[in-house]
């Protein structure tokens, strides 16, 4: 007698809620390496309001996500905390400012983010839904998160921490940091420029629009040469979304009761050239 098998479905190393896990991890045994279990502050490697070491999964491939960290700023929560609440204990503290940091984190992306991104109000949160799967959906994951790619820009700017809005004029020879030269030397920028002004530049910068199109940094250059080789962003999403057997675009519009598109709908400049 066969036993049926469930569709494959791969790990996700995260957590599907907005938590904080990769600032937190998911693991208790990695949170207490990180913690001092002093007021409920984290511990300092040599580089001070940094961590002693970084776990390989923290995305260090380019100079601007591992900046999401810094500007989360754990443990000025801890401190403001323990600032209002003196006698609470290490544990209290820190618990405090984990949940304070992740309903940060959840307000920017939800209510800040998101509706700027799909140019549509979110309705506010009511009560949470134990029949509704909280997983990442297999669509989500190998297609409409790769969505991002088309706004990376292909150079960044550093803002000068000064009470003007003054930018650096040369960066390593350059008027802006250009990503495909900067694949994996995140901590080197940090060190060269500061964090102050990594965070004012991506505030003060404008990204690509969500179009069609895709910088040559990731068509052609990501992950530079410590990945031994040159990789294509959307070749590696397209056979993504294959090794994961994702259903056709229009099959995933049906299941969302959305209406099939056509290449008339989707690019209508470019069907007409290709018509005539």
């Known amino acids: 007698m066969k036993i049926p098998v469930p569709p494959g479905d791969p790990v996700n190393e995260r957590t599907a809620w907005i938590d904080g896990s990769f600032v937190y991890s998911v693991m208790e045994a990695w949170v207490a390496t990180m913690r001092s279990?002093?007021?409920?502050?984290?511990?300092?490697?040599?580089?001070?309001?940094?961590?002693?070491l970084n776990n390989p999964h923290i995305p260090l491939n380019n100079p601007p996500?591992?900046?999401?960290?810094?500007?989360?700023n754990p443990d000025r929560l801890f401190r403001k905390m323990h600032e209002k609440h003196p006698t609470w204990t290490d544990e209290e503290l820190f618990q405090a400012a984990r949940r304070w940091l992740i309903a940060t984190l959840q307000k920017i992306i939800f209510y800040d983010f998101?509706?700027?991104?799909?140019?549509?109000?979110?309705?506010?949160?009511?009560?949470?839904?134990?029949?509704?799967?909280?997983?990442?959906s297999h669509a989500f994951a190998a297609a409409a998160f790769r969505f991002p790619h088309s706004i990376v820009p292909p150079a960044m700017i550093l803002r000068k921490n000064v009470n003007a809005c003054e930018f650096r004029d040369e960066v390593g020879g350059f008027p802006a940091?250009?990503?495909?030269?900067?694949?994996?030397?995140?901590?080197?920028?940090?060190?060269?420029?500061?964090?102050?002004?990594?965070?004012?530049?991506?505030?003060?910068?404008?990204?690509?629009?969500?179009?069609?199109?895709?910088?040559?940094d990731l068509r052609d250059y990501i992950f530079g040469p410590m990945h031994f080789t040159r990789l294509d962003v959307v070749a590696s999403s397209i056979m993504r979304g294959r090794d994961n057997g994702l259903p056709s675009y229009n099959m995933l519009r049906k299941t969302y009761n959305l209406p099939e598109k056509t290449w008339s709908t989707i690019n209508p400049r470019l069907y007409a050239t290709n018509k005539t």
């Open 177 to 216: 940091l250009r990503l495909c030269q900067n694949w994996w030397n995140a901590q080197d920028i940090v060190q060269e420029y500061t964090v102050d002004e990594i965070i004012l530049g991506m505030a003060s910068q404008v990204s690509e629009a969500d179009d069609i199109v895709v910088v040559e």
């Open 65 to 72: 996500p591992p900046q999401i960290h810094r500007l989360m």
């Open 37 to 52: 279990f002093e007021n409920g502050t984290l511990r300092e490697g040599s580089q001070k309001r940094y961590p002693p």
């Open 114 to 136: 998101l509706p700027a991104l799909i140019n549509e109000q979110v309705k506010p949160y009511t009560k949470y839904m134990p029949h509704v799967p909280p997983g990442i």
